[in-house]
T-cell receptor, first 114, second 111 residues
Framework: NAGVTQTPKFRVLKTGQSMTLLCAQD?????MYWYRQDPGMGLRLIHY???????AKGEVPDGYNVSRLKKQNFLLGLESAAPSQTSVYFC?????????????FGAGTRLSVL | KNQVEQSPQSLIILEGKNCTLQ??????????LRWYKQDTGRGPVSLTI?????NTKSNGRYTATLDADTKQSSLHITASQLSDSASYIC??????????FGKGTRLHILP
């Protein structure tokens, strides 16, 4: 049981390049999320999905796109990377239990945009 | 404004000592409050989750308290270990919608 797996772990891009971050979960969770974490700031929600084929904008969606074609995968795309997108990106998934939802996080992708 | 404020920003204690981390929130309507532990270079891992009716919840050496009236929570760590060195993040869920993260408290345990 791998939980939430993110690939790649590290990436360096030049301004204007594109890339896709992949998140895979094997817990059959309905909900999946993409966050970014920057120094001195709390995790900020980029986009999320409440089920296969659905996506929604979070707090900081500009410059990112997502897709949830399969329930277990949630992709985050950067069409034209900017230095402001240098950050650590975390994917999470969750289910709802009687106490509320617990999010399970991946190990993160460290992205540098030069 | 819906906010989650954590204090202190950072804390250094000696191994074996106890410590308490604070979380104040202004989120409304309140659904639940979670404490996460984030080791350096890793993703956050859930420690506890508390709903409106719960005052105290323990997970090993970690004990979380919640005062829904004053909108305050604390995370108490007993007999700290070197492996407790991490960031501790308070997270509050607003109703059925938004999840709001605090900026975290960075805890350093010295041998």
């Amino acid at each position: 049981n791998a939980g939430v797996t993110q690939t790649p772990k590290f990436r360096v891009l030049k301004t204007g390049q594109s890339m896709t971050l992949l998140c895979a979960q094997d817990m059959n969770h309905e909900y999946m999320y993409w966050y970014r974490q920057d120094p001195g700031m709390g995790l900020r929600l980029i986009h999320y999905s409440v089920g296969e084929g659905t996506t929604a904008k979070g707090e900081v969606p500009d410059g990112y796109n997502v897709s949830r074609l399969k329930k277990q995968n949630f992709l985050l795309g950067l069409e034209s990377a900017a230095p402001s997108q240098t950050s650590v990106y975390f994917c999470a998934s969750s289910y709802l239990d009687r106490q509320g939802d617990i999010q399970y996080f991946g190990a993160g992708t460290r992205l540098s945009v030069l | 404004k819906n906010q989650v404020e954590q204090s202190p920003q950072s804390l250094i204690i000696l191994e074996g000592k106890n410590c308490t981390l604070q979380c104040n929130y202004t989120v409304s309507p309140f659904s639940n409050l979670r404490w996460y532990k984030q080791d350096t270079g890793r993703g956050p891992v859930s420690l506890t989750i508390m709903t409106f009716s719960e005052n105290t919840k323990s997970n090993g050496r970690y004990t979380a308290t919640l005062d829904a009236d004053t909108k305050q929570s604390s995370l108490h760590i007993t007999a700290s270990q070197l492996s407790d060195s991490a960031s501790y993040i308070c997270v509050v869920r607003k109703g059925d919608d938004k999840i709001i993260f605090g900026k975290g408290t960075r805890l350093h345990i010295l041998p």
